[in-house]
């Protein structure tokens, strides 16, 4: 397998998967706009030979396709996929010893090994305003590292074997940074690197950071896989790289990776922190400028010809939905260990992935009686909204299997499942006053918001509509009602300041369709800015809906009462409508459109490209 990304960016070119951009690009803007365009098109990864501003090369869509993450990883995956099986049921080693033996050892020469100082990668060293400062985003706050391995060991207990590999952004340049010496980093507290940062305060001790960009692309991944308890990153990456992870330590003690083509070095000191943002993320909108630790630049490395990766996040599908579709295949059946009784759970993509879940579990309370109810699966939800990063959910749709299998990555039939046998009097369960992703604006503040679970189980109580009912229709002010799907109908309403006018509001539509008749078949009903649109694809109304409402705030329902702190309804009504204070949605500047034409013309580098 690869030793570096060098090895790896001429193995893709040599078969077809990668194609070199010759002309100049410009980082404000143009390599980011080609980036998705290309992606967009499925098309190839892509070699930015002339980065304007930098010496050095840049390289995106490594992961754009599962099929293209999948031939890079061709020699390790299958090894790799057993060792985390192994992992996550060691019984299985005892049942075949033979059959396991192989995993056993890959994991025992995946092992880090640490060399004498120095290394490839300390060849020279550089500035932070020497790497390509791309910038990706009309309204982001600078140029930001988006495929970052931030390493950090715990200060307690230090050593590679207690580390923590992350891919927590960094933001290079802009707002008050003073250049070539801070930087910003953004993470939650509660994620690996928070921990050792909260360790090194109450020791009151800067914490010290790496940041490796580039070498091997296990390295890139190992630093975005949910791995089982007992298999460290660096032990992943040199697993699916095929070959041990090589570092050292520099005078100032900080971890050097010498198959990283750049590295970064610095500290975090107690409670030192700057705004960082606003940043382009991955659920299709802004993330707003807030305080984050500072990062204090030692020294920053780079190998002789080192390349630069990098990647473009917006509304999904982007190339981190590939990044996803790769864990899923490399983890497989890894959550049934980790959540007794679970069968499947699906971050939804279009959705943006945290805000929305879809989960199969299996309901075996009371075998003796004929369960119409959901009783454990109400166990396995509280046990899923809490574990890692599905804890960040605020939708939880779960159901379990009966008279026919399901396939929660089939969305549309998912739904159509719960929405026929849900029970909106006793099935919605709610959680408020809680934690979100920190990238989700829709809750009362950062990292504040609220979860519901929609739980579903028995027979089929309802045949869901398939044409708008007619208590929706000729509503003053709520307005092009939609069909989005078997049971669920988008409806236009009015635009509004305040939560206390929206309460007004849905009160008024609520009495003008009770006027007109009962709903019967209709259990969800979507309010929103443009019910074209949200009806339009799936995808649509998977991502406007669960990227732009809170539940606790903007679930109604028609004759919706509480009974012992109980809510119920008879149709649920989601408001799905832009809040006053959403972030702004992610939209692409048109000159730059234009401009990043002329690499897709005739004779240019990416002719034929799109298609």
Same mark, same amino acid.
């Given at each position: 397998?690869?030793r570096?990304?060098?090895?790896?960016i001429?193995?893709l070119?040599k078969?077809?998967?990668l194609?070199?951009?010759?002309?100049?690009?410009d980082p404000y803007?143009?390599?980011?706009?080609?980036h998705?365009?290309?992606?967009?098109?499925?098309g190839?990864a892509?070699?930015?030979?002339?980065?304007?501003?930098?010496?050095f090369r840049a390289?995106?869509n490594?992961f754009?396709?599962l099929?293209?993450?999948?031939f890079?990883?061709?020699?390790t995956?299958e090894?790799?996929q057993?060792?985390?099986?192994?992992?996550d049921?060691?019984?299985?080693?005892l049942?075949h010893p033979f059959?396991?033996?192989?995993?056993?050892?890959a994991a025992?020469k995946?092992?880090p090994?640490?060399?004498?100082?120095?290394?490839?990668?300390?060849?020279?060293?550089?500035?932070?305003?020497d790497?390509?400062?791309?910038?990706?985003?009309?309204?982001?706050?600078?140029?930001?590292v988006?495929?970052p391995q931030?390493?950090?060991?715990?200060?307690?207990?230090?050593?590679?074997?207690?580390?923590?590999l992350?891919m927590?952004?960094?933001q290079?340049?802009?707002?008050?940074?003073e250049s070539?010496?801070e930087?910003?980093?953004?993470?939650?507290?509660q994620r690996?690197?928070?921990?050792?940062?909260?360790?090194a305060?109450?020791l009151?001790?800067?914490?010290?950071v790496?940041?490796?960009i580039?070498g091997?692309?296990a390295?890139?991944?190992?630093a975005?896989m949910p791995l089982?308890?007992?298999i460290?990153e660096?032990t992943?990456?040199g697993?699916l790289?095929g070959?041990?992870?090589?570092?050292?330590?520099?005078?100032e003690g900080h971890a050097?990776?010498?198959d990283?083509?750049f590295?970064i070095?610095?500290e975090?000191?107690p409670g030192?922190t700057?705004?960082e943002?606003p940043?382009?993320d991955?659920?299709?909108?802004?993330s707003?400028?807030h305080e984050?630790?500072?990062m204090?630049?030692n020294?920053?490395?780079?190998k002789?010809?080192?390349?630069?990766?990098?990647?473009v996040?917006?509304r999904p599908?982007?190339?981190?939905?590939?990044f996803?579709?790769l864990?899923?295949e490399?983890?497989?059946?890894?959550?049934k260990g980790?959540i007794p009784?679970?069968?499947?759970?699906h971050?939804v993509d279009?959705?943006g992935?945290?805000?929305l879940?879809f989960?199969?579990?299996?309901e075996?309370?009371?075998?003796?009686?004929?369960?119409?109810e959901?009783?454990?699966?109400?166990?396995?939800?509280?046990r899923?909204?809490?574990?890692?990063?599905?804890?960040?959910?605020?939708y939880?749709?779960i159901?379990?299997e009966?008279?026919r299998?399901l396939?929660s990555?089939?969305?549309i039939?998912?739904l159509t499942?719960i929405l026929e046998? !849900?029970? $909106?009097r006793?099935?919605?369960? *709610?959680?408020?006053?809680t934690t979100?992703d920190?990238l989700d604006y +829709?809750g %009362?503040?950062?990292?504040?918001?609220?979860?519901?679970?929609?739980?579903?189980?028995g027979?089929?109580?309802r045949d869901l509509?398939k044409?708008?009912?007619?208590?929706?229709q000729?509503?003053?002010?709520?307005?092009?009602p939609?069909?989005?799907?078997?049971?669920?109908v988008?409806v236009?309403g009015?635009?509004f300041?305040s939560y206390?006018?929206a309460?007004?509001?849905?009160?008024?539509?609520?009495?003008?369709v009770?006027e007109?008749?009962?709903l019967?078949n209709?259990?969800? !009903?979507? $309010?929103?800015?443009d019910?074209? *649109?949200?009806?339009e694809?799936l995808s649509?109304?998977?991502?406007? +809906?669960? %990227?732009?409402?809170n539940?606790?705030?903007?679930?109604?329902g028609?004759?919706?009462?509480y009974e012992?702190?109980?809510?119920s309804c008879?149709?649920?009504?989601?408001?799905?409508?832009?809040?006053p204070?959403?972030?702004?949605?992610?939209t692409?500047?048109s000159d730059v459109?234009?401009?990043?034409e002329?690499?897709?013309?005739?004779?240019?580098?990416?002719?034929g490209?799109l298609?």
């Open positions: 397998m690869y570096n990304l060098e090895e790896c001429l193995d070119e078969n077809g998967h194609v070199r951009i010759k002309e100049e690009v803007l143009e390599m980011a706009a080609i998705l365009k290309v992606y967009e098109a499925g190839p892509l070699l930015f030979e002339n980065v304007k501003g930098s010496k390289v995106s490594l754009g396709t099929d293209r993450s999948k890079m990883f061709r020699d995956i090894e790799t057993n060792v985390i099986t192994l992992r049921d060691p019984m299985s080693a049942k059959k396991n033996v192989g995993a056993g050892m025992y995946a092992l090994k640490k060399k004498a100082k120095g290394g490839p990668v300390t060849a020279q060293e550089v500035n932070i305003s790497l390509p400062q791309i910038h990706h985003w009309p309204g982001d706050g600078g140029a930001f988006t495929l931030v390493y950090t060991e715990d200060p307690e207990n230090p050593g590679i074997m207690n580390s923590n992350g927590y952004r960094a290079m340049s802009g707002n008050d940074y070539d010496k930087i910003g980093l953004h993470y939650q507290i690996g690197i928070g921990i050792h940062q909260q360790k305060n109450e009151g001790q800067p914490l010290k790496s940041i490796f580039g091997p692309p390295h890139t991944l190992a975005v089982p308890d007992g460290s660096m992943f990456a697993m790289s070959r041990r992870v090589l570092y050292s330590y520099d005078e050097i990776s010498h990283a083509d590295v070095t610095g975090v000191h030192e700057k705004p943002g940043f382009g991955h659920l299709g909108y802004y707003l400028v984050f630790p500072l204090k630049i020294k920053v490395y780079a002789e010809n080192a390349i630069w990766p990098f990647t996040v917006g599908p982007q190339e981190d939905t590939a996803g579709d864990i899923h490399l983890t497989g059946e890894a959550i980790e009784g679970v069968k499947q759970v971050a279009a959705a992935v945290h805000p879940l989960a199969i579990g299996s075996r309370y009371t075998p003796y009686e004929d369960v119409q959901p009783l454990e699966l109400l166990t396995i939800a509280n899923v909204l809490g574990t890692g990063q599905l804890s960040l959910a605020k939880l749709f159901t379990a009966k008279e299998e396939d990555r089939d969305e039939d998912f499942y046998r !849900i029970d $909106l006793r099935d919605i369960h *709610f959680q408020t006053k979100i920190t +829709t %009362t503040g950062l990292n504040k918001g609220s979860k519901v679970i929609f739980a579903a189980y027979d089929k109580k509509c044409e708008v009912p007619e208590p929706l000729g509503l003053r002010d709520f307005t092009n939609r069909m989005v799907m078997p049971g669920v988008a236009q009015p635009a300041a206390e006018e309460q007004k509001q849905l009160a008024d539509f609520e009495a003008a009770k007109k008749g009962e019967e209709c259990p969800m !009903i979507i $309010l929103c800015d019910s074209t *649109f949200m009806s694809t649509n109304f998977l991502w406007a +809906t669960f %990227t732009r409402s539940p606790s705030h903007d679930i109604y028609i004759n919706s009462y012992f702190k109980h809510w008879d149709n649920v009504i989601i408001d799905a409508r832009t809040k204070h959403h972030a702004p949605t992610l692409p500047d459109e234009k401009n990043i002329r690499f897709f013309k005739k004779g240019a580098s990416l002719e490209i298609d």
